[in-house]
């Protein structure tokens, strides 16, 4: 669903996003979405053999943490933003949303979950 959602909207070609927590987004915003669009399909393959083994979130949680914040330092992110995407979209949140993900993709027989 949420590849979908970012499909439709930019195919919309927004002037602008006004994304909650972190403003507004006015330049290249269907390059924007298509950014979500990888992040999101690259947490899906960071989690994925997480998953797949049965793990607790709470046990992946850290790790995955310690991953992002590490993405974020080499896009160039400072440890301000890396501290304060952390508190927007906790981690914790981030692990048992994907786990939720991969479950309800692998019941509806998605080829990639």
């Known amino acids: 669903a949420w590849q979908r959602s970012l ?13 909650t927590h972190f403003g ?7 390059g924007h979405l298509q ?13 994925r053999p997480y998953w797949q083994a049965s793990a607790e979130p709470a046990d992946v ?6 991953w992002v914040a ?6 160039g ?4 933003a890396v501290q304060r995407y952390e508190t927007v979209v906790p981690s914790y949140m981030q692990t048992t949303g994907m786990f939720r ?3 309800k993709a692998a019941e509806a027989g998605a080829a990639d979950a």
């Open 70 to 75: 590490d993405q974020a330092r080499s896009d």
């Open 101 to 103: 993900y991969l479950r």
């Open 35 to 47: 950014r979500v669009s990888r992040l999101l399909d690259a947490y899906a393959d960071w989690f």
């Open 61 to 66: 949680t850290p790790a995955f943490q310690a």
């Open 7 to 19: 499909s439709r909207m930019a195919a919309l070609r927004p002037d602008r996003l006004l994304l």
């Open 24 to 30: 507004a987004v006015e330049d290249d915003t269907v």
């Open 77 to 80: 992110c400072d440890e301000e």
